[in-house]
């Protein structure tokens, strides 16, 4: 049985939303005259699928739990739709919600070590567009927004063109399997079944990613290994649980050719030397395939889920 953890919180969630989907019937079984729970809505459920497809686990014979989400584009859309049905949002927001998951990427540092930084919308303006681009004069700014405006909106349309499925492996070169050309993953690792506390300090330069030739790539970030200075764990020694992100450039050496592409069968993420296992491999075999929506707005029946619950 496939177990989800969810990151910071201390329990283990097995099949919950499934569970409280049978409850839900149990009560309207039994008549009992309590308040009806309300059971997972489809885009809630889709979301559970999609997190299986992109999730892998291992636990090592020294009791230490490591768990890796892929995070594909096609999951990030799955999660904002799961999200903005629970929270029962309009259309219109969810669609808000997306492009604020674009601006993040679009906008965020990148280092310039590995030449990401091109990845910064601002620099691509500079460099493609007006390489006199003037940031404290109001009128270029304001161009430079309806320009980078008119970059989210060719995407988001992208996304939900309609001749495809809306959870697919390609959008485009930079939002199909990865996020703005990275390849991002949500790491979480616990000792609650250990004995031992390891050194984690330096986890995330411990990470790597392996593609199916066997080339090794490490992580990239503007806080070493990591994204961001908040995605390094607190802890220096890990007791209890601990969650971390880890970008990769979706380039080989030469920064051309992709490490995933539409060729590609297979990628790992190894976690080295953490506890007494010399390596933890999560392997993914591509491409994943994503089961389908149960719709494209958030207008359905709570009860109509559309999809197959898994076995």
């Known amino acids: 049985m496939l177990t989800r953890r969810h990151p910071g919180v201390n329990v283990t969630i097995r099949w919950r939303r499934v569970l409280v989907l049978a409850a839900w019937v149990a009560a309207l079984v039994s008549g009992c005259g309590r308040e009806e729970e309300k059971p997972p809505g489809p885009f809630e459920v889709t979301e559970d699928i999609v997190w299986r497809v992109v999730n892998r686990s291992h636990t090592g014979a020294d009791g230490i ?144 990613l392996i593609d199916e030739e066997g080339n090794r790539y490490l992580p990239s970030g503007t806080a070493g290994p990591y994204p961001y200075e908040f995605d390094r764990p607190e802890m220096d020694v890990l007791d209890g649980e601990v969650v971390y992100r880890v970008f990769f450039p979706n380039r080989r050496a030469d920064r051309k050719t992709p490490i995933v592409s539409d060729e590609s069968k297979k990628i790992e993420l190894v976690i080295e030397r953490l506890g007494s296992e010399p390596e933890r491999r999560l392997t993914w075999n591509l491409p994943l395939q994503y089961p389908e929506m149960p719709g494209r707005r958030l207008n359905l029946s709570s009860l109509d889920t559309g999809v197959q619950l898994p076995k």
């Open 65 to 208: 739990f490591a768990q890796a989400t892929f995070r594909t584009f096609a999951y990030e859309v799955s999660r904002l739709y799961a999200e903005a049905e629970k929270a029962g949002l309009e259309h219109e927001q969810l669609q808000s919600r997306l492009r604020e998951l674009v601006y993040a990427f679009i906008d965020g540092s990148y280092p310039m070590e590995d030449g990401t930084d091109i990845n910064n919308l601002y620099f691509q303006y500079l460099i493609y567009v007006n390489d006199q681009f003037d940031l404290t004069n109001p009128l270029e700014r304001a161009q430079f927004n309806v320009w980078r405006g008119e970059y989210v909106r060719r995407l988001l349309g992208i996304v939900s063109d309609r001749k495809y499925p809306l959870l697919r492996s390609t959008y485009d070169e930079r939002w199909g399997r990865t996020c703005y050309s990275r390849l991002v993953f949500t790491v979480y690792i616990s000792s609650q079944e250990s004995e031992l506390r390891p050194q984690i300090a330096d986890i995330g330069a411990r990470t790597c």
